[in-house]
Structures are given as C-alpha cells and as structure tokens.
C-alpha cells in the first residue's frame, strides 16, 4: 500500500511479553497516547481493517 500526502496519525501495535500496546502519535499535535489492547482485539483486526477497506470500496454508502 502506497500513502501520499501528510500523515495525521500513525499507529503502531507492541507486543511485549503476553501484553499488546497499541501506540497512536497525533502528527499536527506532537502527542503520542498508548492504550492496552486484548489479545481477541489483537486477533480481530485483520477483519477489522478488511471491513474498513470494504466500506471505503463502497463509497462508505452502505452499514
């Protein structure tokens, strides 16, 4: 996947040990914000984000 233009938010998803951090930077505002995350939240994500990309597919017109 290819992105253009100016980045709003990033996000990355740590593992550490048995844990998942989710790590969200805010780009305009300098501000990072962390949050645990479950393992089944981990595990659904990939559904997830086919979801998005589905309703982006669509026009986001249909629920």
Known sequence: ???TGTPL???ELIQEGG???LVVTDHPRHTVQTACVSR???ERLPALLSRLDSLHLRGL???
Do not use: E, F, H, P
Request: aromatic share 14%.
């Open 40 to 42: 089944r939240m981990v």
């Open 9 to 11: 938010y990033s996000a």
């Open 19 to 21: 844990a998942y951090k």
């Open 1 to 3: 996947m290819s992105a």
């Open 61 to 63: 017109r249909q629920r």
